[in-house]
């Protein structure tokens, strides 16, 4: 256990659905982050939060819209996706304003298109 | 942005031997660097890390080794064991604050043989 929670943890979706994604975490970090994991490429950083407040949006699709309620919560929506968007989606989080950049991260939610 | 990339995507080794990861980044700026391991269905879980002013450090039984002329850092296992076999990332935080993503690698995945 890392301390940082997602769920679901499977989800399938048709490509005109919206769902969200949920992650939390547990160590009263003030940072955090979603990633997506598609197989055979590395980890692609999507958006960072700091403080609530949206510090990068990695030119991510607008059919992708984060929201950061509080420093420990993080929500990803998900809307009209397409079949590409098949990933695994990896939430972490990490402290802001000290010498240590290690983050931590969730178990992931394996998302499936059709 | 800069790229985090590892040699082998493949790496097989005997149980109790030592195993040696490899990883190029081409970010001369990038002032820490994070070893992460996932095994399947996990997230990545942190393993060790090593800031720009340091050539070595090391862990309960890893090592990693930073070589800042050639640009390439190393981890080092030692006595494998069969829960050692996950794939192995390698990753960078630029220069810049905690709130940062992180940069990864494709990943490397070590096979421990009985």
């Known amino acids: 256990e890392t301390g940082v929670t997602q769920t679901p943890r499977h989800l399938v979706m048709g490509m005109t659905n919206k769902k969200s994604l949920k992650c939390e975490q547990h160590l009263g970090h003030n940072a955090m982050y979603w990633y997506k994991q598609s197989a055979k490429k590395p980890l692609e950083l999507m958006f960072v939060?700091?403080?609530?407040?949206?510090?990068e949006n990695n030119s991510v699709p607008s059919r992708f819209s984060p929201e950061c309620p509080n420093s420990s919560h993080l929500f990803l929506h998900l809307h009209t996706l397409q079949p590409e968007d098949s990933a695994l989606y990896l939430c972490?989080?990490?402290?802001?304003?000290?010498?240590?950049?290690?983050?931590?991260f969730g178990p992931g939610t394996r998302l499936t298109v059709t | 942005g800069e790229s985090v990339g590892l040699h082998l995507p493949t790496l097989s080794v005997q149980e109790g031997d030592n195993s040696i990861i490899n990883c190029a980044y081409s970010?001369?700026?990038?002032?820490?660097f994070i070893w992460y391991k996932q095994e399947s269905g996990k997230g990545p879980q942190f393993i060790i890390d090593?800031?720009?002013?340091?050539d070595k450090r090391q862990g309960q039984r890893v090592t990693v080794l930073l070589n800042k002329t050639v640009k390439h850092l190393s981890l080092q296992i030692a006595a494998t064991q069969p829960g050692d076999s996950a794939v192995y990332f390698c990753?960078?935080?630029?220069?810049?604050?905690?709130?940062?993503?992180?940069?990864f690698g494709k990943g490397t995945h070590l096979i421990i043989q009985p």
């Open positions: 939060y700091n403080f609530k407040e949206q510090t």
């Open positions: 970010n001369s700026a990038s002032d820490y």
């Open positions: 090593i800031r720009s002013n340091m």
């Open positions: 972490a989080s990490s402290p802001w304003g000290g010498t240590n950049y290690e983050q931590y």
């Open positions: 990753a960078e935080n630029g220069s810049g604050g905690g709130a940062d993503g992180l940069t």
